[in-house]
C-alpha cells in the first residue's frame, strides 16, 4: 500500500523541508499552502497522514483538520506548529480532530518515527475496517444460512408431520378393510394384520396381534407355498384356499416395490363380515 502524506502550511520553506526530510522514507508526498487548499487536494487524492500548521491565513490547522475528520476519517492528522499554539490545538486534540501535536522546529529522527508510527495507525485503522466489512459480511451469510436452515427444518417439519397424519389414515384404512391383510418379511415373520387377518388366525383376537409370530405357524403351508412361488411376479393372479372352512380368495404381491421392506403382502377375503363395533 502507497503512503501518501499531505503537507499544509503557508510557509513554503517549511513545507520545502518537509519534503526533503521524509522523501528519503519513500512516501508519496502532497503539498498545499492553506486549509481551503489542502481540502482540494484531498477531494482529489486518497492521503493517509496529513501534517498542518496551526496559524494559516483563513483557516486555521485546527479548523481545517476539523473539517477533515469530517469528510475522511480515516486520515491521521498532525499539527506541526510552534510551542505556543499548544492551548489552541488542545481541544482540537481532546475531540479527535488532531491525533498528535509537534512542535517547530522539529528533530528529524523523532519527527520521521512520528509520521512513519501515523502511518501505521492509518493502516491499522483501514484494516479494521476492512476486517469489520468482511466480518459483517459472514454475519449476513450466516444470517442467509440459519434462515434457510430454519426454512428448511419448518418445511421437513410440515412435511413429517402429513407423513405422519398419512400414515395414520393409511394405518386406519387396512384396520377396517373388509378383507384380511398380512405383511410378511423376507424371513416369514408377520410383520403387519389387519382386524380381519387377526378374525381368521388369531386364536384370540382381544389378546394377539399377529405380529412377530412366523407365518408357518399361522396360515396353511398351502397358501405360503403359492405366495412364495408368487414372489416378483408382478401380475394380479388369484387363487383360492380353504382357511377355517372357508373358500377363501387370495392375492398375492411382492413388497419393495414403493419401499425398502422385501416379503410379501397376502390379501384374503374369506366371504365373513368383521366385528360390529359397539356405539
Known amino acids: 500500500m502507497e503512503r501518501t502524506i499531505l503537507l499544509v502550511d503557508d510557509d513554503e520553506n517549511i513545507t520545502s523541508s518537509l ?14 499552502n492553506s486549509g481551503q487548499e489542502g481540502l482540494a487536494v484531498l477531494a482529489q487524492h486518497k492521503v493517509g497522514v496529513i501534517i498542518s500548521d496551526q496559524r494559516m491565513p483563513g483557516m486555521t490547522g485546527t479548523e481545517f483538520l476539523t473539517k477533515v475528520r469530517e469528510r475522511y476519517p480515516d486520515t491521521v492528522r498532525v499539527v506541526l506548529s510552534g510551542y505556543t499554539e499548544l492551548n489552541s490545538v488542545t481541544d482540537a486534540i481532546n475531540r479527535g480532530a488532531v491525533y498528535k501535536f509537534l512542535t517547530k522546529p522539529w528533530e528529524d529522527e523523532l519527527l520521521r518515527a512520528n509520521v512513519d508510527e501515523a502511518f501505521q495507525r492509518h493502516e491499522m485503522k483501514i484494516e479494521n475496517a476492512r476486517l469489520a466489512r ?5 454475519n449476513n451469510a450466516l444470517k442467509q444460512i440459519n434462515l434457510e436452515l430454519e426454512q428448511r427444518v419448518e418445511r421437513k417439519a410440515r412435511e413429517i408431520v402429513h407423513n405422519l397424519a398419512a400414515l395414520q389414515v393409511s394405518q386406519e384404512m387396512l384396520e377396517v378393510m373388509p378383507v384380511a391383510a398380512l405383511g410378511i418379511d423376507n ?3 408377520i410383520v403387519a394384520a389387519n382386524q380381519m387377518a387377526r378374525l381368521l388366525f388369531a386364536k384370540n383376537i382381544e389378546t394377539s396381534s399377529l405380529l412377530g409370530e412366523m407365518a408357518a405357524t399361522i396360515i396353511p403351508e398351502s397358501l405360503l407355498s403359492w405366495a412364495s412361488s408368487r414372489l416378483h411376479l408382478r401380475d394380479e393372479e388369484a387363487r383360492t384356499f380353504d382357511i377355517a372352512g372357508n373358500d377363501a380368495r387370495c392375492w398375492c404381491r411382492s413388497m419393495g416395490e414403493f419401499s425398502r421392506s422385501n416379503g410379501v403382502l397376502l390379501v384374503i377375503d374369506a366371504g365373513i363380515q368383521p366385528p360390529s363395533k359397539e356405539r
Request: glycine content about 10%.
Open 19 to 32: 519534503v526533503r526530510l521524509l522523501r528519503r522514507d519513500g512516501y508519496s508526498i502532497l503539498r498545499a
Open 134 to 138: 468482511e466480518l459483517q459480511q459472514a
Open 187 to 189: 424371513t416369514g415373520m
